[in-house]
């Protein structure tokens, strides 16, 4: 964006929304008078103001309590609010902290297809911040792991993948008659961490990428009939476990 | 200037302290106790000692007399018996005690606004929008000092109504407020309430909660403690001059508040405190 937080600081802000991981919201003042006092805060044009108030409170379905104290609200409502408002001044950059936290499925759902709906469609860099795996591996281009304020890892959730894990789980589907015998040729196969038989779908997990090639040549020299090889892409959640051994190990 | 963000601020700060029974229920008893109640059992009870017998009432007002300084006495004697006591309480015992108004006011809407903002967590949020320092600061101080004027005034008013009221057996005519009080209206009671501000705001940076705040700027009210015992032992009274001279000084503590509390109020610092 080309400006420095200290030295344009007010005019960085007017470009960015925050969803703070606490709402932040005036528990003593309704969803919509929040809403119009934090568009005349970013400067949203007066003439747009209740448009853009009427629509964001439409979107989020909180038109129906619009005129509620927001002290009374559930959490999930609460939190809609508190992204709404993070919209108001439709900004370019936009960081969110946590965004489905304590939110219920549904409501996480919305959530998270708004956050690609801002992104996706029309073109919003959102920076969100999370612990929630499966969320960023589903939302994000891009993945920092960051620990005690240090970069660990940075990539498309792909890129880490192959960078980072070497250990990949891979799913076999065979005949009923060759099960014995692919169970025989992959308890033979040198270092494989774990292998498991679940109706005609054999999974071993702990192999390198490198070493798929050899598993299939292995299983059709000892005459295995296959029908389907599934590598599984690693998930976020691989890739965080192959940054901390250890905690693996914990867990 | 963002003026429309600031007055964002206000409307923000002012429409979430009426709604607030911790802060309202004080913002109307305490008008409502020393501007009707204890003004009005004071001049009934001199009204009462003198009825009960004519010469203990005259010797005590002539004891009172003997006490006022040389400038209130002239004045007083302009007044017969009853009058004396009348005028004396309205006008000159409860000059000091109507500047407890702005000054409580003030201070438990700055504790509300700077403390209570803190501790409901609603700040963070107004701390990323593009409001500078310098225009937060000034929108939090200007909320609680106008709001701090508007109960004064109203309570200037009411004051005017109850005094001619429950003088008007004795005096028989309209006799509040005099020049003193105008002035100790519309010059004093604007810096008391930036002096109890400017305390709140000082006092904020150092406290948790709103009632901690609200609590320990109290203190403020001890100087006016000094001024009615200065008063009724007969050290000074509420001349026009000297009203003029008490206004000054205020506005220059008040200055001096707002410029300490400018420098020490940083955003970074109050995320840190979050």
Redesign the interface.
Known sequence: MGQGPVAD???L??R?G?L?E?P??????TAR?NLH??A????VPVAAVNERVEHLLEVFEIADRADD?TGGYSKGMTQRL?LA?ALIHEPQLIYLDEPTSGLDPLAARQVRELITHLSRQEGRTVFLCTHNLVEAQRLCDRVAVLEHGRLLALGTPVELGQRLVHHQRVEIEVGPADRSRAAEVLNAFPNLAEMALEGDVVSVSGISRERIPDLIAALVGAGVRMYRVTAQEPTLEDVYFALHPDREEAE | M?S??I???I??DL??VL??KAVLIPLILVPLFLLVVVPAITVFAGGAASSASTTGASSDIAQLLSMVPEGLRTILNGYQGDQIWVVFATVYMFAPLFLVLPMMVSSVIAADSFVGERE???????L?????NWELLLAKTLSAWLAALAVSLVGFVLYTVVVNLIGWPTMGRVFFPNLMWMVLMFWVAPAAAGLGLGTTVLISSRVNTFQEAYQTSGLIVIPIVALVIAQSVGVMYFSVELTLLLGLGIWAIDVLLFWVGARTFKRDALITRL
């Open positions: 600081g007010p005019s802000r007017r960015t925050v703070t606490n932040s919201l005036d528990e003593r003042l008078e006092i934090y005349d805060l970013y400067g104290k508190a408002r | 963002n429309r963000a007055r964002a601020v409307r923000k429409s979430t709604r607030s409901r967590k609603t700040l963070e949020a107004l990323h929008t593009p409001l500078t």
